[in-house]
C-alpha cells in the first residue's frame, strides 16, 4: 500500500484523485493504477516507455532506434557504428483514441487533458491493457517501464511536470524526458543569428512552453534573448495522418501555415527591425515527415517581396526528436540505467500499443467510423475515472491505411519491429 500522499494540504497536486486510485490498488488490477512491486530492485532490464497522443510520436521511436551519437561502449560523444540504444527494449503507447490533444486547449479542456496525459504515464508505468479480442477482462503481462519518453509535444506542453511531480508522489524512480526541453537544448548546437520560429499545434503554442523554455535555455547558456515567432496550425497533423476529413494536400495545407506564421513575424516587426526567420523549430511530432515541404513553402514566399526581408535565406530546421534521443541516452547513462547486451529483459521484444474506443461502454456518441464525436470527446471532466477507451496491441493491421502507409514509408526502424498481427 502506498504512503500517504506528500502534499502538506495547502494546495492540492493537480491528480489527487489519480492518486487515490494509485493507492487504492497497489497492486495494479484497476484501471489507472500500478504494481508498486514492479519498482523495488534493478530497474535497468526493463524496457524504456515511449507516449503520444496517437502514432506521431514514432518518429520520435524512429529517432531513438537510429541514434547513434555516442560510443556505447565508453559513452563518449560521437558515433561508434552501433546504434546507442542497441541493447534496449521499448514500449510505445500512442492515444489515438483521444487525439488530437493539440485542440484540447482550444475546446477549453486543458484539465482534462493533462488528466488524459497522467492516464498515459500510468499506463506505462501498470501492467494492464486488453487484448483487443477478448473483452471479457483485462490481461496483466505488459512489463512495466524504466523510463517515460513524452514524444508529444502537446503532451510536454500540458504534462511534463505533471507527470515529475506525479512520480515524485507515487515514489517511482523512472527518468521522465520530454521533447520540448530537448528541442530547446537542440537550439544551442546551432549557430543561427536569426529569429526563430516554432510551427506546433494550436494547443502548444497556446501553452508556450517553447518560448519559454527556450528562452530560459538560451539564457543558461549566457545567449542572450532572442525573437520567437511561433504558430500554431489546427489541420497539419491530421493532413499529414491522411485524415479523411481534412481535403487539403500537404503542401497546400503547408504554404497556408507557413505564409500564417510569416504574416505573423512580419505584423510584430513591421518596420522591419526583426531579424529573419533562420531557425524553425518543429513542434510539432508530424512536422519533421514534411520538413521538405516545409522548405519549399518558405523558399516560395521569399520570392515575394512583400515577404522577402523577414525569411532568412537558408533555414535551419530542429527537430526536436534527435535531441530527445540524446537526452534520453544522457539520463539512463547518468542513472546507470543502460540495459547490457544479453542481460535477460521482462520482454523479448519491443512491444506497441494504441487506444481504441471501449466497445463494451455505452454511453458514448461516437462518429460513423466509430472514433469518439467531438461533442464527446472535448464535454468531458476530470476526475471520473471512467474506462471509456482502453488499450490495446498495436499491429500493422490494426493500423488505419494512412498511418500504415506513413509509417511503412517513412519509419523503416519502426516499422520492421512492429508486429504484424
Ligand atoms: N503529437 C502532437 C504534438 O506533437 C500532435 C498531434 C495532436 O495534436 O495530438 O503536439
Known amino acids: 500500500m502506498l504512503g500517504l500522499p506528500l502534499w502538506s494540504g495547502a494546495e492540492e497536486p ?12 497497489s497492486d495494479g488490477k484497476a484501471a489507472f493504477s500500478f504494481n508498486r512491486e514492479s519498482y523495488r530492485g534493478d530497474l535497468s532490464q526493463l524496457p524504456i516507455g515511449v507516449f503520444d497522443s496517437g502514432i506521431g510520436g514514432l518518429t520520435v521511436l524512429e529517432a531513438i532506434l537510429t541514434l547513434d551519437a555516442f560510443h556505447n561502449d565508453d559513452l563518449k560523444p560521437g ?18 483514441a483521444n487525439m488530437p490533444y493539440g485542440n484540447y486547449a482550444k475546446a477549453g479542456r486543458t484539465d482534462y487533458l493533462r488528466e488524459l496525459i497522467l492516464k498515459d504515464a500510468l499506463f506505462l508505468l501498470g501492467n494492464r491493457y486488453f487484448d483487443g479480442r477478448d473483452w471479457s477482462g483485462p490481461r496483466f503481462d505488459k512489463p512495466p517501464v524504466k523510463a517515460i519518453v513524452i514524444a508529444c509535444n502537446t503532451a510536454t506542453a500540458y504534462g511534463l511536470d505533471d507527470i515529475k511531480a506525479a512520480v515524485k508522489r507515487w515514489d517511482v524512480p523512472v527518468i521522465v524526458v520530454g521533447v520540448v526541453e530537448a528541442g530547446a537544448r537542440g ?3 546551432t549557430e543561427s ?4 520560429a516554432v510551427m506546433a499545434t494550436v494547443g502548444t503554442c497556446d501553452s508556450g512552453v517553447y518560448p519559454r523554455t527556450i528562452q530560459s535555455t538560451l539564457g543558461r547558456a549566457g545567449r542572450g534573448v532572442v525573437t520567437i515567432t511561433q504558430q500554431g496550425s489546427a489541420d497539419l497533423a491530421a493532413v499529414i495522418e491522411g485524415d479523411p476529413s481534412r481535403s487539403q494536400s500537404v503542401p497546400e495545407q503547408v504554404a497556408g501555415d507557413v505564409r500564417r506564421l510569416v504574416e505573423t513575424h512580419r505584423a510584430a516587426h513591421p518596420d522591419g527591425s526583426a531579424k529573419p526567420l533562420e531557425t524553425i523549430v518543429l513542434g510539432c511530432t508530424h512536422f519533421p515527415l514534411v520538413k521538405s515541404e516545409i522548405d ?5 514566399l521569399r520570392r515575394d517581396p512583400a515577404f522577402a526581408p523577414w525569411i532568412a535565406e537558408q533555414r535551419r530546421y530542429v527537430d526536436p526528436a534527435e535531441w530527445t534521443a540524446r537526452q534520453l541516452f544522457r539520463e539512463l547513462a547518468l542513472a546507470k540505467r543502460r540495459r547490457g547486451p544479453g542481460a535477460p529483459s521482462p520482454v523479448a521484444e519491443d512491444r506497441f500499443f494504441l487506444s481504441v474506443v471501449n466497445p463494451v461502454r455505452s ?10 464525436h467531438d461533442d464527446y470527446k472535448y464535454g468531458r471532466d476530470p476526475g471520473h475515472l471512467v474506462e471509456d477507451t482502453v488499450i490495446v496491441p498495436m499491429t500493422r493491421t490494426i493500423l488505419p491505411e494512412s498511418g500504415r502507409r506513413l509509417v511503412s514509408e517513412k519509419l523503416p526502424a519502426v516499422w520492421s519491429r512492429l508486429p504484424d498481427r
Not at 519549399?296 to 516560395?300: I, R
Open 14 to 25: 493537480f491528480g489527487a484523485g489519480l492518486d487515490a486510485r494509485v493507492a487504492a490498488h
Open 79 to 96: 558515433a561508434d557504428g552501433r546504434p546507442d540504444f542497441e541493447d534496449e527494449r521499448f514500449l510505445y503507447l500512442g492515444d489515438q
Open 187 to 189: 537550439l544551442l548546437e
Open 193 to 196: 543569428t536569426g529569429a526563430i
Open 296 to 300: 519549399v513553402a518558405f523558399a516560395t
Open 363 to 372: 454511453n458514448v456518441k461516437l462518429n460513423p467510423d466509430g472514433s469518439l
